[in-house]
Antibody
Framework: QLQLQESGPGLVKPSETLSLMCTVSGDSVSSSSYYWDWIRQPPGKGLEWIGSIYYSGSTYYNPSLKSRVTISVDTSKNQFSLKLNSVTAADMAVYFC?????????????WGRGTLVTVSS | NFMLTQPHSVSASPGKTVTISCTGSSGYIASNYVQWYRQRPGSAPTTVIYEDNQRPSGVPDRFSGSIDSSSNSASLSISGLKTEDEADYYCQSYDTNKHVVFGGGTKLTVL
């Protein structure tokens, strides 16, 4: 069944690095038909795009987060990952992974359930 | 920076029609496709409209999207409101640098 599943620590200390994985089932991260995305949502607030990656390794990042974000893809495990360094309380959010069809524009047609990451010492 | 502005909340009675606006801060909103997502509490967003006015399979034709170039805005209309339509709705597009932009979200209450 086609689905995305986020995984990773639910608690990260301030100034440390947040690391999450998204496992893709029923599809391939090596497919040229899709981009793979990370989006977050602070509690009670709206959605914020973090960035996206193509199977070739090409990446697109939100300019406001670009200096702290790395998104990579692991084709052997059919996963893609997010690293966000130097986290603060403002980075506490539900983190979603998603998929964008390679149609020439951004459209998130499939989402994971999301995982809550708390930033606290 | 390109921004999308939505009303914080809208409300209407069951059976009525409600329209949610999404206004671009600059440029020409018709230049790039607008998508609309519905998010129920505790769940991930799901698409109700893509490419300005297209409905994914499974989304009823009570949902429609449009673009108004004169006001630089997109709109989501929901007719025949049902209590199950109560949710947060987000518009989404992208800027000239291909950076994704979301609207701030609109809470729809079906009274």
């Amino acid at each position: 069944q086609l689905q995305l599943q986020e995984s990773g620590p639910g608690l990260v200390k301030p100034s440390e690095t947040l690391s999450l994985m998204c496992t893709v089932s029923g599809d391939s991260v090596s497919s040229s038909s899709y981009y793979w995305d990370w989006i977050r949502q602070p509690p009670g607030k709206g959605l914020e795009w973090i960035g996206s990656i193509y199977y070739s390794g090409s990446t697109y990042y939100n300019p406001s987060l670009k200096s702290r974000v790395t998104i990579s893809v692991d084709t052997s495990k059919n996963q893609f990952s997010l690293k966000l360094n130097s986290v603060t309380a403002a980075d506490m959010a539900v983190y979603f992974c998603a998929r964008t069809p390679n149609w020439g524009y951004w459209y998130f047609d499939l989402w994971g359930r999301g995982t809550l990451v708390t930033v606290s010492s | 920076n390109f921004m999308l502005t939505q009303p914080h909340s809208v409300s209407a009675s069951p059976g009525k029609t409600v329209t949610i606006s999404c206004t671009g801060s600059s440029g020409y909103i018709a230049s790039n496709y607008v998508q609309w997502y519905r998010q129920r509490p505790g769940s991930a967003p799901t698409t109700v409209i893509y490419e300005d006015n297209q409905r994914p399979s499974g989304v009823p034709d009570r949902f429609s999207g449009s673009i108004d170039s004169s006001s630089n805005s997109a709109s989501l209309s929901i007719s025949g409101l049902k209590t199950e339509d109560e949710a947060d709705y987000y518009c989404q597009s992208y800027d000239t640098n291909k950076h994704v932009v979301f609207g701030g979200g609109t809470k729809l209450t079906v009274l």
